[in-house]
């Protein structure tokens, strides 16, 4: 990049999906995935509005609790041919897309040797993993697995949020708000999990990104020292270092909320992300207005445009 060049933008969190990964019909009627699926599974017209939104390049996923139930195992076979196309989908677009392989880390040994062969035979930039899958979090035993093996690659670990049975019924009436304050809970309820059971100390070279819904968890932050401090059941490190493992995106680009993140984590730990094409795309212009607005230096503007993605994604990065 040249001096006079501004930075690149990239959009880590964004979604495709193929309707040939589907053991059921397409979403239809009036939610909110359901509007977005035309766009959802066609990466041409994706490419086509980015290029409108000045979007340089977006990080591909596809949760697995997006196509089945949250309380569902994807087989295997299945998970394997969803990153063959994520692959051959950013071999096709390589100065546009990056690509997380879709793991079920619920299905121990077998989900970190498709991690292995995910990132090391088709280069994928990272895995994508849901935040819980019937009852269980992922402090579970049977995620170990998959975190040791991301620890030694050192490969960074998109926790996507699920719509947890129960609470998304009972919240429903809130419409797509409702939705989200669930999946954020059961997010958050995931992460502190993770932090107060060590481990994210015990896997040091996890790089975990969290989406914005699941900010909950940074709000806890002066309480986990609390407990920390009077040893409320909290292993490992102080959770002000644990922290430091994580990442966490602008979905919803509320500029109150990003200086709440920046304030806990630092801009070096703030990712574009946007969830799009389920929530709405982020043009250019609006995304440096919000930056200009959140007084970042020039070298930390840079960063959250592009940079920090770039560096948790270096191996891919061209």
């Given amino acids: 990049m040249h001096s006079q060049d501004p930075p690149r933008l990239i959009d880590f969190h964004s979604h495709y999906y193929d309707e040939g990964w589907l053991p059921l019909p397409a979403p239809q009627g009036s939610s909110r995935i359901a509007r977005a699926w035309p766009l959802l599974t066609d990466i041409n017209a994706q490419l086509a509005a980015m290029d409108v939104a000045g979007i340089d390049a977006k990080v591909v996923s596809a949760p697995a609790s997006t196509i089945v139930s949250p309380v569902e195992q994807l087989p295997m076979i299945l998970i394997e041919r969803i990153n063959d196309q994520i692959a051959a989908l950013v071999a096709r677009y390589p100065q546009r897309l990056f690509g997380l392989a879709t793991i079920d880390a619920f299905q121990g040994k077998a989900a970190a040797r498709e991690v292995v062969r995910a990132i090391k035979e088709l280069q994928l930039s990272g895995i994508c993993i849901d935040c819980s899958q019937g009852g269980h979090y992922l402090d579970a035993p049977q995620v170990r697995p998959v975190f040791e093996t991301a620890s030694e690659l050192g490969i960074t670990v998109f926790i996507h949020p699920v ?11 809130m419409g797509h708000t409702g939705t989200l304050l669930a999946r954020g809970t059961e997010h958050t309820t995931s992460i502190l999990k993770l932090l107060r059971g060590g481990i994210l100390d015990r896997y040091a070279g996890l790089k975990v990104v969290l989406p914005m819904i699941g900010a909950a968890t940074l709000i806890f932050a002066g309480i986990a020292e609390q407990e920390y401090a009077q040893d409320d059941g909290w292993k490992g490190t102080p959770p002000a270092s644990a922290r430091k493992n994580l990442y966490i995106d602008t979905m919803g680009f509320d500029l109150p909320t990003l200086r709440f993140a920046l304030d ?7 990712l574009i992300g946007s969830d799009w094409p389920i929530m709405p795309i982020m043009s250019r212009r609006r995304i440096d207005e919000l930056l200009a607005n959140l007084n970042l230096s020039e070298e930390d503007k840079a960063a959250v445009l592009s940079g920090n993605i770039e560096r948790l994604l270096a191996s891919s990065v061209n």
């Fill in 264 to 270: 806990v984590l630092g801009p070096e730990h703030l």
């Fill in 163 to 173: 719509s947890p049975a129960g609470l998304t019924e009972r919240l429903a009436h």
